[in-house]
């Protein structure tokens, strides 16, 4: 969250991309902060404006380069401008050619530096670079500044050693480097202390972390150790990857509560043939072998997917294993993609042969199968009690909205009145975000599910963030 702009140094930064994006803007943010920069709500007003930026699909990174566009005359009153993240790691210097209004262009691999570019870039340097190759630790920060009351990310493992033909995470955020267990338990015993009460645990392969300390955990017994951390509620993490997914992570999700039941598990295609062509590293057989493990977990686990559309070579046959996937499956949630190719990769040097026509039919025809999935599997939630982190309260709707340890939406509504034994509370609205709140969900449709508040299933009270906790925090820089 922005503070209020005073004298000095002022900042504005723009996140594109996913959780770990958003997680390095906040490790930004927390070196700013640092060194007396004022973070300010309008782009207008700041004196350094910072675009963080994904360049995953095409379409991600052009749309950095019409913001640029756009705010390109605010140069004239002095202001800076910097590319951060994936797109100035894959555009490198030519960044100053296409937007020369740019002072400062830096990869995620250059974010340790990020103190020495700034000295640079504030001693009237005009053009500043930080394209180093990965390093050989993960990025850490003294400070991190937290933009969200109740949730925090902890980054445990960055870059990529899978090198999928499609991918050009390895060229722009490096090979695989893990962080020491103990770093990441102490910073999970900060957040639940200064009152966070989920955290995410971020890697563009997050399961693929090796403890780089001396203790030598695993990854599910990363999981249960960060679990029971007290005060922590929830822990969830993104993304894996199949080849590193083990049954142990499976009877860790099983055996802790406090591990969200919900697992996001991308297979990118259902076909065997172009499984092998994107050099996934397993077949449709072993993929669904990992289903398996999941789906024959004691605790239900939500299961959801990335799906690309269109690769170079996908024959109706290729797409129809995709479709008959999903009907296999039943993911409670897809992230469905038209291809798109990328530079510095093996399959941006291949001829892009599906007719842009073709992705967009196969695409709607994938999304529309989903949500009926979606819409028939979502029925079998009426009538169930389920504990939702409320997250906002809709307006229009008068209803509050959160998400379950599923990740599924619930929208929910009503007064909890006291019974005739006077075994149940009153509550009159007075939830907040960040709150747990029980619902029993009466209805449910495709993207969410809708009920109504109600008693926990031992009859108690309803559970609620005690005095001090995030919810009730000014939004500040915490320190770890």
Known sequence: MATPATSGK??????????????????????????????????EDAGLILFNTCSIRDKAAQKVFSRLSQFKALRKQGKQFAVLGCVAQQAGEAIFAKAPHVSLVAGSASYPRLGELLDRLEAGENRVTGLAAAETSAFETEFTRRDHPWRAYITIIEGCDKHCAYCIVPYTRGFERSRDSQAILREAAQLAAAGYTEVQLLGQNVNSWRDAGPARLSFAQLLTAVAGIPGLRRVRYTTSHPRDFTSDIVTAMAGHPGLCDHVHLPVQSGSNQVLARMRRGYTREQYLEKIALIQASPRPLAITTDLI?????????????????????????????????RPHTEAGAWPDDIPDSVKTERLMILQRRQQEIQARDNQDWVGRRLEVMVESYLEKL????????????????????????????????PLRPGQYAWVEIERAGANSLVGRLCAAPDAAALPSIPPGTAAALPMAASSR
């Open 309 to 341: 559309v269109g690769f170079p070579g996908e024959t109706d046959a290729d797409f129809e294993a995709t479709v008959e996937l999903l009907e296999q499956v039943h993911y409670s949630g897809a992230f469905i993609f038209k291809y798109s190719p």
């Open 10 to 43: 002022t900042f504005f930064i723009e996140t594109f991309g996913c959780q770990m994006n958003v997680h390095d803007s906040e490790r930004v943010s927390g070196v700013l902060h640092a060194r007396g920069y004022a973070q300010v709500e309008r782009m």
């Open 398 to 429: 008068n209803q509050w909205q959160g998400r379950a340890s599923s990740h599924r939406i619930v929208n929910f509504t009503g007064d909890l009145r006291l019974d005739s034994s006077g075994a149940l509370p009153v509550f009159s609205r």
